[in-house]
């Protein structure tokens, strides 16, 4: 029997909800023990580089998460009602409260480190059974690294939850903007601009590879290139240049069907979810990272001096920004 979209259970709340409770009760055992808390002074490999939490002092962070987890954890057990509708301004509470939290959790809590994480996984899987790049994998994949992809999961399952059940409350029809035509024509310029900012991003490390000394003197880079490094600047930028790729999917026939050449799935619908998802974690993690770049003084000084290394990471807010507008246009055509 086929439900209305109202009346079906989703199945996205009560996941949303389990997991923010799960990690609201361990921030209230860390709250109670006095251990565990992964931010600010706690975090080993923070520093500087630790993002707006380092400002929450280790005293005040567990019992505040605790507080937030379990309350966006009951917000979200309150969007999984298949019949009850609730008033316009219970409607409006939960909405402004569940997209604070989703967004503090997905942008706020992750910081540059995730997205760093994603950008240097190729070259980690790839040279992991050759011993490059030299590094510690015990050091890399730590517990404050793994807290705040957990925070990064959270806000994502808090957002999908919210956008659905808006979906199933909502008053009268859609808003013109989100018809699959509508979406296809502001959708086609969100990819575009999304595809551009990181194939920016890109040529400065090649530059790098070929021996151009863009953002930084000549002796630095022979130091870099002595060393390998602008190895794996150059494998951050070909990541850049795959996702771009990738990102022309979202309005290119190839990402809705799968193409002739892939055995076992030519010619079959590619699942939305596994377009949308992706590009969703990829634009939150771009836009925690630009947040920790804008709050870094000394970012701000290599803007001003026009460091041209640097000038394309401060298109980052938008190259977010255009990649998310791009999924939610995917997923508006696709769902129809």
Same mark, same amino acid.
């Given at each position: 029997?086929?439900?209305?979209? #109202? ?15 799960? $990690? ?30 380092? %400002?929450?002092?280790? /005293? ?14 009951? =917000? ?11 008033? #316009? ?5 939960? *909405?402004?409260?569940?997209? *604070? ?48 992809? +957990? ?10 939850? %919210? ?12 808003? +013109? &903007? *989100? ?6 024509? $502001? ?5 575009? *601009? ?12 090649? !530059? &790098?590879?070929?021996?151009?000394? @863009? ?13 390998? =490094?602008?190895? +794996? ?20 026939? &190839?990402?809705?069907?799968?193409? #002739?050449?892939?055995?076992? @799935? ?8 596994? =377009? ?13 990272? /630009? %947040?920790? %770049? ?13 460091? /041209? ?6 298109? $980052? ?8 507008? +791009? !999924? ?9």
């Amino acid at each position: 029997m086929n439900l209305p979209l #109202r009346d079906r259970l989703d199945p996205v709340a009560p996941l949303a909800a389990a997991w923010l409770g799960g $990690w609201g009760v361990l921030a209230l055992v860390s709250t109670l023990t006095g251990a565990g808390y992964p931010f600010g002074a706690n975090d080993p490999h923070g520093g500087d580089a630790a993002g707006l939490l380092r %400002l929450v002092p280790v /005293s005040v962070g567990p019992p505040l998460f605790a507080a937030v987890l379990l309350t966006a954890a009951v =917000a979200a057990l309150a969007m999984t009602g298949t019949s009850i509708r609730p008033s #316009r301004p219970l409607r409006a509470l939960i *909405t402004g409260y569940a997209a *604070t939290v989703a967004l503090a959790l997905a942008v706020v809590v992750p910081g540059m480190r995730v997205l760093a994480l994603l950008g240097y996984a190729p070259m980690l899987i790839i040279g992991a059974p050759f011993g490059w790049p030299p590094v510690d994998y015990a050091e890399l994949f730590t517990w404050p690294l793994f807290a705040r992809f +957990a925070a990064l999961a959270g806000g994502m399952l808090l957002a999908g939850a %919210l956008v659905r059940w808006r979906r199933r409350v909502a008053d009268g029809p859609a808003p +013109a &903007w *989100t018809t699959p035509a509508s979406a296809a024509r $502001w959708g086609r310029w969100a990819a575009w *601009t999304a595809a551009v900012v990181p194939v920016l991003y890109a040529l400065t490390r090649f !530059a &790098w590879l070929f021996d151009i000394p @863009l953002g930084m003197t000549r002796e630095t880079l022979a130091e870099m290139r002595a060393d390998g =490094a602008v190895w +794996a600047g150059a494998g951050l930028g070909a990541f850049a240049v795959v996702g771009a790729v990738l990102t022309l999917g979202l309005v290119a026939r &190839w990402g809705e069907r799968f193409p #002739r050449w892939l055995p076992g @799935l030519a010619g079959r619908p590619v699942p939305v979810l596994l =377009a949308v998802v992706p590009a969703g974690l990829v634009a939150l993690a771009v836009l925690a990272a /630009s %947040l920790d %770049l804008l709050a870094a003084p000394e970012f701000a000084d290599l803007i001003r001096e026009g460091n /041209s290394a640097a000038l394309p990471m401060a298109l $980052w807010p938008v190259w977010a920004v255009a990649l998310a507008a +791009a !999924a939610y246009a995917y997923q508006l055509r696709r769902r129809a």
